[in-house]
C-alpha cells in the first residue's frame, strides 16, 4: 500500500533531472558562488535552482532566520559546558526574588519559586532540547537513508526483511516505544536518550527513500552504470542517493521537528530527560501547576517549543517546495 | 479480493507478533520492578518482594514469560482471554475493557471530525491556492503541527473551560464581543468565497450583519442559557444539509435527487414530531439507535423511489441527508435540555476526569454531561489531526489537479462541481485514506499524553502505571489494543483502496 503513496505515476517526464548524478548534491552547498560568465545567457545548477527557489519562499527565510537567532541566544547566552556565556546569572544559583518573581528588566523571564533566574533556566532547557532534536534527526536520517536505499535498491529478501522491520516499528505507537526505551536510556543523559530516540523515528523516511530507490534503479544512468561495471556501493552513493537528496533533506527536517516535540512530551510525562539535567519538556512539567499563580513559568518554555518546532515546519516547507519544481509557488 | 483480504491479515499477524515480542522484551528490561521494595525499610520486606517476584515470574526465563502471556492473549481465539494480572494482583482484562472504551471513545470522536473538517478544509485551499485563505488555514495547521498538545492542554483548560464556565454564568456577550465576532466571520467567509473585490464586500457585509443581529437576538432572548432550536430549525437546517449534498454529489441541475433529499428532510421531521415523546422522555440507547437504522432505511427507500434514471445517486443522497436529519434531531433534543443541565451542573465544562461523580440526572443531561467532559481531551488531537489530513487533502487534491484528465474534463465543458467532486476528489481520496488510517494509530499513541493532562482513566493511564512499576501485562495490553486498532485502521484503508482503484485489487 505505501508503494502508492510513494511511488510517482508519471512524474517521472516531468523532473529536469540532472542526469549526470552526483554533481547536483553538493551543488546546495555551493549555491550561488559560481558567478556566471559576463556574455552567457544565465544558467543555474541544480542546487543554484533550489536555493533560489528556497530563498524566494518568505514563510522558510523568516523561520530559518528566527530558528538561527533562538540557536545562537540559546548557546551564547549561558554559554556551552565550561564556556561562560554573556548572560550574567546563571542558571543553578538562586537570587533574591523581586517581588513575586513577575518578569523584570533583570529577570527578563522572572523567577521561578525558589529565585532562579527562570531565562537561564529556560535557555539551557532549549539547548539540551535542540542538541537532542538534532542528534535524533541525523541519527534518524542516517538510519532511515541506509535501511530505504538498501531495502530499495537490492530488492528481494533483504527488501522483505528490512521492511516488515520497518512495519513492526510502525505499529507500535511511536509515544509508546519512545518512553519505554527513554527510560531505559534516562539515566544515560541526553545523548542516551537521543541515541535511541533516533532509533525509532526513521521508519517514515525509510519508506520513502525506499520508494524513491524504487523508481530511481530503473532509471537509464544507473543501467549505464551498471553496464560499465560500477560496484553496487558506488552506484548507491553516487548515483542513487544524490537524486533523492530532495527527499531525505526534507524528510530530515521534519524529523527534527517531530523530534523536538517528542522529546518535550517525554519529559513532560517523566520518561524524558531525566534531573539535574533539563529541557522544555521538563520544565513545564515542573512549573505546570503554577499556571494560575506565576503564569510566566508557564508560557516561555511553551513558546520556545512552539517556536522552534513551527520554524523547523516552514523551513521543511520551503524545502519541500524548493526541491519540487513542479510545483512554482512564483508565476515567473 | 478476499485473497488480497486474507493475505493482508496474515502479514499483519505476523508484523504483531513481531512487535509485541520486542514490546514485551524491552518493558521487562526497562527497570528494575522491585526497586520500591529495595528501598523500602519495611519488615516484612524480604517476603514482599518474593511475593511479587512470584506474581511476576521475576524467576523465570523471559522466554517463558513471553510465551506465557501470548498464549494467555491466544485464548481469547477460543473464548477464555487472559491478558495477566498487574504488579498488584489485578486482572488486566477488565481494566483493559474499562480503559478501551473510554479512550476508543475520545478517539473515534476526534478522527470522525478531523476527518471531515480537515478533508473539507485541504479541498478548499486546493481551490483556492495561494489565497489569503490558503495562507491563514497553512499557517493555522503548522501551528498545530508543531504545538506541544500538554502545554496546549493547559491553555485550553483555562481559556475555554474556566472562562467559559465563569461566562455561562451570565450568558450575555458584550457588544463589542458581538461586533469583533462579526467582523472576524464576515472576514473568514469573504476569504473562503472569494470572487471580486465587490461581490468579497458585499459576502463580508452581509455576514457581519447577519451575525451580529443573530448576536443580539441570542443575548435578548438569554439563548445561550436557555437555548432553543424548535422544529423549524431542524427542518430548515435539514433541507439545508440535503441541498448541499445534493449540490456536491448530483448538482442542484438534477431535481430528482433535489426532491427526495428534501423529502427525506421533510419526512424526518414529520416523524421526530410522532416520536418526540418517545425521544425526548426517557430513552434508551438501544431505542436511538434502532430509531437511526429505521431512519436510514427509510431515507434510502426515498431515494429507490424518487430516484428514477437517478436510483442509485438519490439513494446516496437520501441516506446521507436521513443520517444529517438524525443527528440534528438529536442535537435539537440536546439543546433544548441545556438549561435543566446548567441547573444541575452549573460549571459545565470540566478539565478533569471522564465524568462527573455523583451525577445524578435523566438520560439526556446525562448525554449531556458525556459530551462536556470528552469536549475538551478531544479538541486538541482533532486539531493536530485537522491540521495533518488538511495539508496531505491539499497536496493531493493539487497533484491531482494537475493532471490531464482534469484538464480534459474542463475542456469538454464539465461544470466546476464535476470537475473537483468526480475527477479531482476521487483520486485524490488514495493517498488520503492512507494517512487517516496512519493518523488513527498516532492518535491513540497521543492519547497518552491527552489522557495525563485531563485525567482520563484509559490506555494511557495503563500504560503509563504499568510503565512506572515495570509491569508488563498492563503495557502489553495497551500494546494490543493500539496494535490492533492500527491493523484494523490500515485493512480499512486497503479495502479502501481497492474499491478506490481497481488496479489494486490483485
Same mark, same amino acid.
Given at each position: ?332 | ?105 475520545? &478517539?473515534?470522536?476526534?478522527? !470522525?471530525?478531523?476527518?471531515?473538517? @480537515? %478533508?473539507?478544509?485541504?479541498? $478548499? *485551499? =486546493? ?103 424548535? &422544529?423549524?430549525?431542524?427542518? !430548515?437546517?435539514?433541507?439545508?444539509? @440535503? %441541498?448541499?449534498?445534493?449540490? $456536491? *454529489? =448530483? ?115 446525562? %448525554? ?139
Amino acid at each position: 500500500m505505501n508503494d502508492i503513496r510513494n511511488s510517482n505515476p508519471g512524474g517521472e517526464d516531468y523532473e529536469p533531472q540532472v542526469s549526470v548524478a552526483g554533481t547536483d548534491a553538493v551543488g546546495l552547498a555551493a549555491g550561488g558562488s559560481a558567478a556566471p560568465l559576463p556574455g552567457e545567457d544565465k544558467s543555474y545548477s541544480q542546487g543554484q535552482l533550489v536555493a533560489r527557489r528556497f530563498f524566494r519562499h518568505r514563510g522558510a527565510l523568516t523561520a530559518m532566520i528566527v530558528l538561527g537567532i533562538v540557536i545562537v541566544v540559546a548557546f551564547t547566552s549561558i554559554g556551552v559546558g565550561p564556556i561562560p556565556g554573556w548572560w550574567p546569572k546563571d542558571y543553578t544559583l538562586q537570587y533574591d526574588k523581586i517581588g513575586d518573581g513577575a518578569p523584570t528588566w533583570a529577570y527578563p523571564f522572572g523567577q521561578d519559586t525558589g529565585g532562579k533566574d527562570y531565562f537561564a533556566l529556560v535557555m539551557r532547557g532549549t539547548q539540551f532540547s535542540i542538541i537532542i532534536a538534532f542528534a535524533v534527526g541525523i541519527i534518524s536520517t542516517v538510519v532511515g537513508t541506509v535501511i530505504g536505499a538498501l531495502a530499495g535498491f537490492y530488492r528481494g529478501w533483504l527488501e522483505a526483511v528490512l521492511m516488515r522491520m520497518t512495519d513492526v516499528f510502525i505499529v507500535i505507537p511511536l509515544l509508546a516505544v519512545a518512553a519505554v526505551l527513554g527510560r531505559m536510556a534516562g539515566e544515560s543523559g541526553i545523548w542516551g536518550l537521543a541515541f535511541v530516540l533516533g532509533l525509532v523515528t526513521w521508519t517514515s523516511l525509510a519508506r520513502l527513500v525506499r520508494g524513491e530507490v524504487l523508481s530511481l534503479r530503473e532509471r537509464d544512468f544507473v543501467l549505464a552504470a551498471q553496464a560499465v561495471g560500477t560496484s553496487a556501493w558506488r552506484i548507491i552513493t553516487r548515483h542513487v542517493l544524490p537524486n533523492a537528496i530532495g527527499v531525505v533533506i526534507v524528510s530530515a527536517t521534519l524529523s527534527i521537528s517531530t523530534a523536538i516535540l517528542l522529546e518535550t512530551s517525554l519529559s513532560f510525562l517523566g520518561f524524558g530527560v531525566q534531573a539535574p539535567d533539563t529541557s522544555l519538556g521538563t520544565l513545564i512539567n515542573e512549573y505546570q501547576s503554577a499556571f494560575s499563580t506565576r503564569p510566566w513559568l508557564f508560557w516561555w518554555p511553551g513558546l520556545m517549543i512552539l517556536t522552534i518546532a513551527l520554524c523547523v515546519n516552514f523551513i521543511g516547507d520551503g524545502l519541500r517546495d524548493a526541491f519540487d519544481p513542479r510545483q512554482n509557488r512564483t508565476k515567473d | 479480493m478476499l485473497k488480497f483480504i486474507l493475505r493482508r491479515i496474515g502479514a499483519s499477524a505476523l508484523v504483531l507478533l513481531g512487535a509485541s515480542l520486542l514490546m514485551f522484551f524491552l518493558t521487562i528490561n526497562s527497570g528494575d520492578p522491585l526497586k520500591d521494595l529495595r528501598e523500602s525499610n519495611d519488615p516484612n520486606r524480604e517476603q514482599l518482594m518474593a511475593e511479587r517476584s512470584e506474581r511476576l515470574r521475576l524467576d523465570d526465563s523471559p522466554w517463558e514469560r513471553y510465551w506465557d502471556w501470548l498464549s494467555g492473549v491466544g485464548g481469547c481465539f477460543t473464548g477464555n482471554c487472559d491478558l495477566g494480572v498487574t504488579i498488584n494482583g489485578i486482572d488486566v482484562l477488565g481494566l483493559t475493557q474499562q480503559a478501551a472504551s473510554s479512550t476508543l471513545r475520545l &478517539i473515534t470522536l476526534s478522527t !470522525l471530525l478531523a476527518i471531515v473538517v @480537515g %478533508v473539507a478544509l485541504g479541498i $478548499l *485551499t =486546493a481551490i483556492r491556492q495561494y489565497s489569503g485563505f490558503d495562507y491563514t488555514v497553512t499557517f493555522g495547521a503548522f501551528l498545530f503541527f508543531s504545538l506541544p498538545v500538554f502545554w496546549a492542554a493547559t491553555l485550553l483548560k483555562e481559556f475555554a473551560a474556566i472562562q467559559y464556565n465563569n461566562w455561562i454564568a451570565v450568558g450575555q456577550y458584550a457588544p463589542w464581543t458581538i461586533v469583533l465576532v462579526a467582523a472576524l466571520a464576515g472576514f473568514l467567509l469573504q476569504a473562503v468565497l472569494g470572487g471580486s473585490t465587490r461581490r468579497r464586500l458585499a459576502t463580508a457585509a452581509g455576514v457581519f450583519a447577519f451575525v451580529a443581529v443573530m448576536l443580539f437576538v441570542f443575548n435578548a432572548l438569554d439563548w445561550w442559557r436557555n437555548p432553543m432550536f424548535g &422544529i423549524g430549525g431542524v427542518l !430548515l437546517v435539514s433541507a439545508a444539509a @440535503g %441541498v448541499l449534498v445534493t449540490a $456536491l *454529489t =448530483a448538482g442542484l441541475r438534477n431535481r430528482r435527487v433535489l426532491y427526495a433529499a428534501l423529502t427525506t428532510a421533510v419526512v424526518g421531521v414529520i416523524a421526530y414530531w410522532f416520536t418526540a415523546p418517545l425521544l425526548v422522555d426517557e430513552p434508551t440507547w438501544l431505542l436511538l439507535i434502532g430509531l437511526f437504522v429505521v431512519a436510514v432505511v427509510v431515507s434510502v427507500a426515498i431515494g429507490a423511489a424518487w430516484g428514477g434514471y437517478a436510483r442509485k445517486q438519490a439513494m446516496l443522497v437520501t441516506g446521507i441527508t436521513g443520517v444529517i436529519t438524525s443527528f440534528v434531531v438529536v442535537a435539537d433534543i440536546l439543546i433544548a435540555h441545556w438549561s435543566d443541565f446548567l441547573g444541575l451542573k452549573s460549571r459545565p465544562i470540566s478539565t478533569i476526569g471522564s465524568q462527573t461523580p455523583n451525577f445524578d440526572g435523566e438520560f439526556w443531561e446525562r %448525554v449531556l454531561d458525556m459530551g462536556t467532559q470528552i469536549l475538551l481531551p478531544t479538541i486538541l488531537p482533532t486539531l493536530v489531526s485537522v491540521a495533518t489530513h488538511s495539508r496531505y487533502t491539499r497536496s493531493s487534491m493539487l497533484e491531482t489537479l494537475n493532471q490531464d484528465y482534469v484538464r480534459t474534463a474542463r475542456s469538454k465543458g464539465l461544470s466546476e462541481r464535476e470537475v473537483i467532486v468526480k475527477h479531482a476528489f476521487r483520486n485524490a481520496l488514495i493517498p488520503i485514506t492512507t494517512i487517516v488510517a496512519f493518523d488513527f494509530a498516532a492518535l491513540i499513541g497521543g492519547a497518552i499524553i491527552t489522557e495525563e493532562v485531563f485525567g482520563w482513566t484509559g490506555m494511557g493511564a495503563l500504560f503509563q502505571d504499568g510503565l512506572n512499576a515495570v509491569d508488563p501485562a498492563p503495557v502489553m495490553a495497551f500494546f494490543l489494543v493500539t496494535g490492533i486498532a492500527a491493523v484494523l485502521m490500515n485493512l480499512l484503508a486497503d479495502i479502501a483502496y481497492a474499491a478506490l482503484d481497481p488496479r489494486i485489487r490483485r
